[in-house]
C-alpha cells in the first residue's frame, strides 16, 4: 500500500505530474463508462455544425424581426463560445489528427464565426509557445488580451477589443513581439523579418475586414449622437444611410455578439493567467483556478473557461466538454498540490505571481 503524497515534500515538477496523471486516468475512466466519447472526431465536428447553425439560426430570428437584439446578441455569442473551445482544441490537433485538411477546414470555419480573432493558424504557433512560456514577456498571446497590464479605463477599453490592445500600446506590443520571435530561435535574420510579418498580418483579412466594419459602426453612431448636440443638423444620402442599416445589422447579428464573447474570455483569461514572476515551463505558477461566483456572467459566455483552463494546461491533449465533467476530480488533486483557487489579489497586482498574502487563496465556489 503506498503511503499518502506530501505535497510540502514534492517538487513542481512532481506536483503538476501528479495532478496531469490524475486527470488523465480521470478521463479514462470516464471513456470506459461513456463509449459514445471516445468519437472524438465526430463530436468535434457535431460541436461545429451545431454551433455554426445556433449562430445563423439566432441572426436570421432577428432579421426577420422575431427575437429583439438584446436576445440575438448573447445568444449568439453563447454558440460563437462553443467554437472558440473548439478551435483551441483543434490547434492542439485533437480532432481529425490523422485527416489534416478536416481539421484545417474546421479552423477556417470557426475563424470565419469569429473573425475578430487573431488567423487561428497563426495562432497555432502563438499558442504552443504559451504553453511552454505561459507568463513570461515573449508569451506573446496573453500579452495581446492584456495580461500583465494595469487595471484602469485603458486595460477596460483592450478587452474586448484586440485592435485597440495593439493601437493603445503599440511599444508594449512591438517588445512582446521581438521577445517571442527571439525565443523561436530563428536560423537567420531572414527567417526573424519572416516571423515579424506573420504576426504584422495575422488578423488578415478577415480580423482586417472586421474591425474596418465595426469600427466604422462605433465611429458613424458616436457622430451622429454628437453632431445634433453640437446645433448640426445632418441629412444622410440614401446611400450612407443603406450602409449604415447595414452596419446596424453587422453589429446585432455578428459583430457585438464577438465583442460581448471577447471580453468575457479576455477578462477571465488574462486574470487567471499569472505574468512577470513566474519560471518558465514551471505549470504551478502559470495559472490559477478562477470561478468565484459573481464571474459567472462572464463564465457563461467563454465555456466555464476560469474553472477549467487550468486544467488544460497540466493535462493538455484532454477536450473542453472532458475538462468539464469531470472538474471536480480535476479541481481536488489541484487544491491538494497547492495551485492556487480564487487569487482575487491578481487584479491589483496586475497578474503578478507573487505577492499574495497566501500560498493558495479559497472563496466560496458555485460552479464546477
Known amino acids: 500500500m503506498s503511503l499518502p503524497l506530501d505535497p510540502a515534500r514534492m517538487t513542481d515538477a512532481e506536483k503538476a505530474e501528479h495532478i496531469k496523471s490524475t486527470v488523465l486516468a480521470a478521463g479514462v475512466a470516464l471513456r470506459q463508462r461513456h463509449p459514445w466519447l471516445r468519437h472524438q472526431d465526430a463530436i468535434g465536428a457535431g460541436i461545429l455544425v451545431l454551433s455554426l447553425l445556433g449562430m445563423i439560426a439566432s441572426g436570421s430570428l432577428y432579421v426577420q424581426g422575431l427575437i429583439p437584439w438584446w436576445l440575438c446578441v448573447p445568444l449568439t455569442a453563447l454558440f460563437a463560445s462553443f467554437i472558440h473551445e473548439l478551435e483551441h482544441d483543434l490547434i492542439h490537433l485533437m480532432y481529425f489528427r490523422k485527416t489534416p485538411w478536416a481539421n484545417s ?16 493558424f497563426v495562432r497555432r504557433k502563438l499558442h504552443l509557445h504559451h504553453h511552454k512560456f505561459s507568463g513570461t514577456e515573449s508569451d506573446l498571446e496573453e500579452r495581446g488580451i492584456t495580461n500583465g497590464e494595469r487595471w484602469g479605463l485603458k486595460r477596460l477599453l483592450m478587452t474586448g477589443d484586440n485592435m485597440l490592445a495593439v493601437y493603445l500600446r503599440p511599444l508594449t506590443m512591438v517588445k512582446a513581439t521581438k521577445a517571442y520571435i527571439k525565443a523561436q530561435k530563428p536560423a537567420s535574420l531572414a527567417e526573424a523579418r519572416a516571423m515579424g510579418r506573420q504576426q504584422l498580418h495575422a488578423y488578415f483579412p478577415l480580423g482586417n475586414l472586421y474591425y474596418l466594419l465595426f469600427h466604422t459602426w462605433v465611429v458613424s453612431h458616436v457622430v451622429l449622437f454628437l453632431l445634433p448636440l453640437a446645433g448640426v443638423t445632418v441629412a444622410l444620402p440614401a446611400m450612407a444611410e443603406s450602409l449604415l442599416a447595414f452596419l446596424d445589422v453587422f453589429a446585432v447579428v455578428y459583430a457585438l455578439p464577438c465583442l460581448l464573447r471577447t471580453f468575457c474570455l479576455h477578462f477571465i483569461s488574462s486574470n487567471m493567467h499569472y505574468y512577470g514572476d513566474v519560471e518558465a515551463r514551471n505549470v504551478m505558477q502559470q495559472c490559477q483556478v478562477l470561478n468565484v461566483w459573481w464571474l459567472f456572467p462572464l463564465q457563461l459566455f467563454c465555456f466555464n473557461f476560469g474553472s477549467t483552463h487550468a486544467i488544460h494546461h497540466f493535462a493538455v491533449k484532454e477536450p473542453f466538454y472532458i475538462r468539464q465533467w469531470n472538474a471536480r ?15 482575487l489579489g491578481t487584479f491589483r497586482r496586475a ?9 493558495r487563496v479559497e472563496t466560496p465556489v458555485t460552479t464546477a
Not at 107 to 120: C, D, E, K, N, Q
Not at 332 to 343: A, C, L, P, S, Y
Open 105 to 120: 477546414l474546421m479552423l477556417a470555419l470557426g475563424w470565419l464565426a469569429r473573425a475578430s480573432t487573431v488567423s487561428p
Open 329 to 343: 476530480i480535476a479541481h481536488q488533486v489541484m487544491r491538494e498540490m497547492g495551485v492556487r483557487f480564487n487569487d
Open 351 to 359: 497578474n503578478r505571481f507573487h505577492g499574495a498574502t497566501q500560498a
